[in-house]
């Protein structure tokens, strides 16, 4: 089994990176993540005493995503709550809608306490992701299970919890 982890940041050219996607995707990995920063559509908002670009992008970029052979998509990022909850909630009815696997934003506490098993060459392995902040953007009250923020205890719980039902956690 064979897994590689391709970072891709739209912020540069995005037909640069989408050559390199397919490059490493055409290598014959048998997973490949994206951790994708979109940010067609983006434009800076001050928040706070800091100026950071709000990333908003059109689901044929996803798409782009998906046909450059990605299956395993983080959407865990600092830009995660730059449109809000509806923006976690249309990435989150567009991935469902995909098949492919992505970890990061839940719809509920529940979804968030389930960890997913998947099986690869019949290898069976949990994906999980997580961001270490969020630029000063919070959780409405009540709804923290929207995004999975990083800590080493929730790291180690998520993997403790998963760990005895798979052969390998990303």
Same mark, same amino acid.
Request: with cysteine; net charge negative; proline share 2%.
């Given at each position: 089994?064979h897994i590689c982890?391709?970072?891709?940041?739209? /912020?540069?050219?995005?037909?640069?990176?989408?050559?390199?996607?397919?490059?490493?995707?055409?290598? @014959?990995?048998?997973?490949?993540? $994206?951790r994708?920063?979109?940010?067609?559509? @983006?434009?800076?908002?001050?928040? @706070? &005493?800091?100026?950071?670009p709000?990333?908003?992008?059109?689901?044929?970029?996803?798409?782009?995503?998906?046909?450059?052979?990605?299956?395993?998509?983080?959407?865990?990022?600092?830009?995660?709550? %730059?449109n809000?909850?509806?923006?976690? +909630?249309?990435?989150?009815?567009? /991935? +469902?809608?995909?098949? +492919?696997? *992505?970890?990061?934003?839940?719809?509920s506490?529940?979804?968030?306490?389930?960890?997913?098993?998947? $099986?690869?060459?019949?290898?069976k392995?949990?994906?999980? $992701?997580?961001?270490?902040?969020?630029?000063?953007?919070?959780?409405?009250?009540?709804?923290? *299970?929207?995004?999975?923020?990083?800590?080493? &205890?929730?790291?180690k719980? %998520?993997?403790?919890?998963?760990r005895?039902d798979?052969?390998?956690?990303?």
């Amino acid at each position: 089994l064979h897994i590689c982890e391709f970072y891709v940041d739209l /912020w540069e050219e995005v037909c640069y990176n989408c050559g390199n996607a397919f490059v490493l995707r055409d290598s @014959g990995d048998d997973l490949c993540q $994206s951790r994708v920063i979109f940010v067609q559509g @983006g434009f800076f908002k001050k928040i @706070g &005493e800091i100026e950071n670009p709000v990333f908003n992008s059109p689901f044929e970029l996803g798409t782009a995503v998906i046909n450059t052979g990605f299956n395993l998509i983080s959407l865990a990022n600092n830009h995660v709550f %730059d449109n809000g909850e509806i923006g976690i +909630r249309n990435s989150l009815d567009f /991935w +469902r809608q995909q098949n +492919r696997i *992505y970890s990061g934003q839940n719809n509920s506490q529940i979804d968030k306490e389930y960890i997913k098993i998947h $099986s690869c060459k019949g290898i069976k392995y949990a994906f999980i $992701s997580y961001t270490t902040k969020t630029n000063s953007i919070t959780a409405p009250k009540g709804k923290e *299970y929207l995004v999975n923020i990083y800590s080493n &205890e929730t790291a180690k719980n %998520d993997i403790e919890k998963i760990r005895k039902d798979v052969d390998v956690v990303i």
